[in-house]
């Protein structure tokens, strides 16, 4: 850790703990890591190899996921269960001497079947059911630095984002090199962010230190209406495109409980908030996807763009109840109550992208590879309650069939950035200071299976 870095630390430290009477400090919360990156998650055997590019290609039950139009070329029952294997999660550069950070944890599976002519005998239109986990974030962070003797500081949380779907969609085959496809989408988007943030200068006559803790949970359940289309142009040329609307509230839920302490020669402040029923609220933006795809014998290639809409600032926590606040400092206990100041988040317009492509060395046996950006949607001047990571990801691997059966494995990696600033200089009065780069990298285990009935 450079000594920039750490005196940044320090310094915001310091302010939080000699400016423990202001109401500024009274809701300095430890930052979650809670990364809400929209394409990081793709399933499927070829599909996730190939970086998710797949909307001008999509097939069988994957399709579900990537463009509903695609399985309309489904002849017969296709059963898709991708278990999608492990990956391992490390986080560097947060400005601590110790941290340790990261996850060891299995993918998010998706679940796809579309009915084939033997159940329901319709020459051109098919049907389909999947369950999608299409976001997902764990994330551990145990950090701690002793800039001088008698000061220290540390920070731990733990956090997770995911959002489950599960999907209802119909292809229709309006042509042989024309189709189109639609889904009903359900998604329900769940948050949940534990930490502590705590520091502590000691000299020969005083001590002072500070403790912050926060639980927040949240979640929320979407609708959304997706709408795909197919065009294969010429044998070797191939188009597609989708479009998924902004997410329709149906229900949220959420909590909150805060905790602080200030201790200094004076005396304490404590303050305690808690609402097990806070008002949590997420959007999802309007969402579209170009696709174009080459075929050329046993190669082929597909790139795909993806622009998300952004949101207006919103707010993502909101509540009536009180903080209450407990001042001992003028020498007898003072108990009062401030506002809630709420959190606030507004995503960012984007654009991202993957390429994917592969090389057929038999009927039965592939070779795939793909790569994909991943932009943060965080807008970080609105609200601290996400953290802002750019990624971009690699994977390769191979898929074959036997008979009914098909498989995938293979391997990824991926490498995020993003500013870390583990103690947020909001509302504390001094200037902000430069901060490390935080990096994550994960590394992953890919394997899928496919059975066609």
Same mark, same amino acid.
């Given at each position: 850790? %450079?000594?920039? %870095?750490?005196a940044?630390?320090?310094?915001?430290?310091?302010?939080?703990?000699?400016?423990?009477?202001? $109401?500024a400090?009274d809701?300095?919360v430890?930052?979650?890591?809670?990364?809400p990156n929209?394409?990081?998650v793709?399933?499927?055997?070829?599909e996730?190899l190939?970086?998710?590019a797949?909307?001008?290609?999509?097939?069988?039950a994957?399709?579900?996921?990537?463009?509903?139009?695609?399985?309309?070329?489904?002849?017969?029952?296709?059963?898709?269960a991708?278990?999608?294997?492990?990956?391992?999660?490390t986080?560097?550069? #947060?400005?601590?001497?110790?941290s340790?950070?990261g996850? +060891?944890e299995?993918?998010?599976?998706?679940?796809?079947?579309?009915?084939g002519?033997? !159940?329901?005998? $319709?020459?051109?239109?098919r049907i /389909?059911?999947?369950?999608?986990?299409p976001v997902? #974030?764990?994330?551990? !962070?145990i950090?701690?630095?002793t800039?001088?003797?008698?000061?220290?500081a540390?920070?731990s949380v733990h956090?997770?984002?995911d959002?489950l779907?599960?999907?209802f969609?119909?292809?229709?085959?309006l042509a042989?090199?024309?189709?189109?496809?639609?889904s009903?989408?359900?998604?329900?988007?769940?948050?949940?962010?534990?930490?502590e943030?705590?520091?502590?200068?000691?000299?020969a006559?005083?001590?002072?230190?500070t403790?912050?803790?926060?639980a927040?949970t949240?979640?929320v359940l979407h609708?959304?209406?997706?709408?795909?289309?197919? $065009?294969?142009?010429?044998?070797?040329?191939?188009? /597609?495109?989708?479009?998924r609307?902004?997410?329709l509230?149906?229900?949220?839920?959420g909590?909150?409980?805060?905790?602080?302490?200030?201790?200094?020669?004076?005396?304490?402040?404590q303050v305690? +908030?808690?609402?097990?029923?806070?008002?949590f609220?997420?959007?999802?933006p309007?969402e579209a996807?170009l696709g174009?795809?080459f075929?050329?014998?046993?190669?082929?290639?597909?790139i795909?763009?993806k $622009?998300?809409?952004?949101?207006?600032a919103?707010?993502?926590?909101?509540s009536?109840?009180?903080?209450?606040v407990v001042d001992?400092?003028?020498?007898?206990?003072?108990?009062?109550?401030?506002?809630?100041p709420g959190?606030?988040?507004?995503a960012r317009?984007?654009?991202?992208? %993957?390429?994917g492509?592969?090389?057929a060395? %038999?009927?039965t046996?592939?070779i795939s590879?793909?790569?994909?950006l991943?932009?943060?949607?965080?807008?970080?001047a609105? /609200?601290?309650?996400?953290?802002?990571?750019?990624?971009?990801?690699?994977?390769?691997?191979?898929s074959?069939?036997?008979?009914?059966?098909s498989?995938?494995?293979?391997?990824?990696w991926?490498?995020?950035?993003?500013n870390?600033?583990?103690?947020?200089?909001?509302?504390?009065?001094?200037?902000?200071?430069p901060?490390?780069?935080?990096?994550?990298?994960?590394f992953?285990?890919?394997?899928?299976?496919?059975?066609?009935f």
């Amino acid at each position: 850790m %450079s000594r920039r %870095s750490t005196a940044a630390c320090w310094a915001l430290l310091v302010a939080i703990v000699a400016a423990g009477g202001a $109401w500024a400090q009274d809701f300095t919360v430890p930052p979650t890591m809670l990364i809400p990156n929209y394409d990081r998650v793709y399933p499927g055997l070829i599909e996730s190899l190939e970086g998710g590019a797949v909307v001008a290609r999509a097939r069988n039950a994957p399709a579900l996921f990537y463009n509903p139009a695609g399985i309309a070329l489904s002849d017969r029952t296709v059963l898709n269960a991708s278990a999608q294997g492990y990956q391992l999660t490390t986080l560097s550069g #947060s400005g601590f001497e110790q941290s340790s950070g990261g996850a +060891f944890e299995t993918l998010p599976s998706f679940v796809g079947l579309v009915l084939g002519r033997e !159940v329901i005998d $319709w020459e051109s239109v098919r049907i /389909g059911f999947a369950v999608v986990h299409p976001v997902h #974030s764990n994330l551990t !962070v145990i950090a701690s630095t002793t800039p001088e003797v008698g000061q220290r500081a540390s920070y731990s949380v733990h956090s997770t984002f995911d959002t489950l779907t599960p999907t209802f969609s119909v292809g229709w085959a309006l042509a042989p090199s024309l189709r189109l496809g639609g889904s009903i989408e359900f998604p329900y988007t769940s948050l949940q962010s534990t930490g502590e943030l705590s520091g502590e200068i000691t000299d020969a006559t005083t001590s002072r230190s500070t403790l912050r803790t926060l639980a927040a949970t949240g979640s929320v359940l979407h609708l959304r209406g997706t709408f795909g289309v197919q $065009w294969d142009v010429l044998k070797w040329f191939k188009l /597609g495109a989708l479009v998924r609307t902004p997410g329709l509230k149906i229900k949220t839920s959420g909590s909150t409980q805060y905790e602080a302490l200030t201790v200094s020669a004076a005396g304490t402040r404590q303050v305690f +908030f808690q609402d097990p029923d806070i008002d949590f609220q997420y959007k999802l933006p309007l969402e579209a996807i170009l696709g174009v795809a080459f075929e050329f014998g046993p190669f082929g290639i597909e790139i795909d763009l993806k $622009w998300h809409d952004g949101t207006d600032a919103y707010p993502l926590y909101a509540s009536t109840k009180t903080l209450r606040v407990v001042d001992t400092t003028t020498g007898t206990p003072v108990i009062s109550e401030a506002a809630y100041p709420g959190v606030s988040y507004r995503a960012r317009q984007l654009w991202n992208g %993957s390429v994917g492509a592969h090389f057929a060395l %038999s009927e039965t046996f592939v070779i795939s590879a793909g790569s994909y950006l991943d932009y943060s949607p965080v807008d970080p001047a609105v /609200g601290k309650a996400f953290r802002k990571v750019d990624v971009v990801g690699f994977r390769a691997g191979v898929s074959f069939r036997i008979d009914k059966l098909s498989a995938s494995v293979g391997g990824g990696w991926e490498h995020g950035t993003g500013n870390d600033n583990l103690f947020p200089p909001s509302g504390l009065p001094i200037p902000e200071q430069p901060s490390s780069e935080l990096t994550l990298n994960t590394f992953t285990l890919l394997f899928s299976i496919s059975f066609k009935f």
